[in-house]
């Protein structure tokens, strides 16, 4: 699968490793808006989107919200007690095995929790072709 563009609205290590992913298999061109758009905008774009891969976040409520395919990636956070309402073509990917793990930050760079490090860029856009090609 080939798409022309790739929109990125919040950048941090692993969005860098995706983008690279990406660029040797699938995506042409890719816009980096991380920290150029306000909240409208941001759910403008998203809700124009294909499709949409984000952790568990406002930005993923939004995706849900406005009914696009959607890549949840979760972390410690119990997907099944505390997500969203999900569109029919959504996929979650947890990692971590068990429910609910009570911590708001992990103890890795940008504060993110190991089992959400796992996921890898890999993982994702294969999630992510899985879904589109439903």
Known sequence: MRWSYL???KMNQWAKKFVKCCLKSCVSFCVNLAGKTNLNEAVD???NCTAVVTNDSGLMHIAAAVNRPLIALYGPNESATYAATFPDKATII???EGGLIKV???DKEGGYH???IDITPEIALEKLEALLAK
Do not use: E, M
């Open 7 to 9: 929109v990125l609205l």
């Open 45 to 47: 774009l998203i809700a």
């Open 94 to 96: 947890r990692l971590i």
């Open 104 to 106: 708001r930050k992990g």
């Open 114 to 116: 190991q089992s959400l």
